[in-house]
């Protein structure tokens, strides 16, 4: 039986893909899918999709594979991880395919080298899942039926999806409070795959809303679980894409933030808000928030929509703010972030534990 390799990133899109996570794909997409995706924001059945989910090949493979035929899928140590039903092998268009996808063909947007680095050969086709995954953080890294089930036992009838790659701040933590003050719990949601160097670790990410769930939200309104799929920075796509997993999840609501799944300045600060309100397929609904900052004038957070004071009155709150604070050593202001969750931060960052690949 052929086989192919698969690196750390599509080994995390297979376990997604057999555990639901990425429902309704059960497998790799296929060209019919993937042009339906890139183009209309829809998979061919008509359902809303909005990132292609594909396994890339060698050229070599690509002459190689049959449809039809069944190929087995490798992992670490040469660990056979699932089987592939071919429906299709194809050539993806970067020149074309990848503005459409990010808004922009900028080898310095992140998302566009990643995708730049991969094969442009593809193959399509459902997967049988042989052997789940080894686990990092197995008390965390729920698939949907379990947080399903979470929610259920603790009589949740609305539950709202937070999506995050950073520690918890007071901008994320106002924004919580919004969601608990309108469903009935909040499923906060950190993503764990792949990131660009100097992001937070995991590690950082878990602890740190660890300790404001213990410390500071009622014990049966705030469940803690982890995403492992790669950021793709995406943007107002990654939003669509997001609500819609965390759909998957369980959740009946979704925020959606500033510059939600964003990078630099690639997209406008409330882009994700425009997209996903085209949307009324997605089966989950959209909170759209506006990016909270501490006001000196009000003396706490606040948004543009309940402030009537200017910028020279108030201190951005974000994951970048936050991140340039560590990397100098310094604490955040407690407005910013709490003592607690600094203290704990900056620890992490002398231990050199904080910061991807160092930061």
């Not at 919004?178 to 499923?187: K, R, S, V, W």
């Amino acid at each position: 039986m052929r086989e192919i390799q698969l690196d750390k990133n599509t080994l995390l899109e297979i376990y997604n893909l057999s555990n639901s996570v990425f429902f309704p794909l059960d497998g790799f997409m296929t060209s019919k899918d993937y042009a339906c995706v890139i183009n209309d924001m829809h998979l061919s059945n008509g359902q809303p999709w909005t990132i292609p989910i594909t396994l890339e090949v060698s050229k070599e493979q690509a002459d190689k594979i049959i449809k039809e035929e069944k190929v087995c899928l490798i992992g670490e140590n040469s660990e056979k991880v699932a089987y592939l039903h071919v429906s299709d092998v194809f050539k993806v268009h970067y020149e074309k395919d990848l503005i459409k996808i990010f808004g922009t063909s900028d080898l310095q947007h992140p998302g566009v080298r990643w995708e730049r680095s991969r094969s442009p050969y593809r193959v399509g086709g459902a997967v049988k899942i042989l052997k789940q995954e080894k686990r990092e953080f197995p008390r965390y890294q729920l698939t949907p039926q379990q947080t399903k089930n979470v929610f259920k036992n603790k009589g949740w009838a609305t539950v709202t999806g937070f999506q995050t790659r950073n520690p918890v701040h007071r901008a994320h933590e106002y924004l919580q409070r919004i969601a608990l003050e309108i469903t009935d719990g909040i499923f906060i949601q950190p993503l764990i795959g792949w990131k660009k160097d100097g992001d937070i670790s995991p590690k950082a990410i878990i602890k740190s809303y660890e300790l404001l769930i213990s410390n500071n939200y009622p014990s049966d309104r705030a469940v803690l679980g982890l995403l492992t799929t790669p950021m793709r920075y995406a943007g107002p796509r990654e939003a669509v894409f997001h609500a819609i997993i965390r759909r998957n999840y369980g959740c009946t609501h979704f925020i959606v933030g500033r510059d939600h799944a964003g990078v630099d300045n690639y997209y406008k600060k409330y882009e994700a808000h425009d997209l996903c309100k085209r949307f009324n397929d997605l089966g989950i609904k959209i909170l759209t928030l506006c990016g909270p900052y501490y006001c000196g004038k009000c003396g706490c957070i606040v948004t543009e929509k309940n402030c009537k004071h200017g910028p020279d009155n108030s201190t951005s709150i974000s994951g970048r703010d936050m991140r340039n604070y560590f990397r100098q050593g310094k604490i955040p202001p407690q407005e910013c972030m709490r003592e607690g969750i600094s203290k704990l931060l900056l620890a992490m960052y002398k231990e050199r534990e904080l910061f991807i690949q160092g930061g």
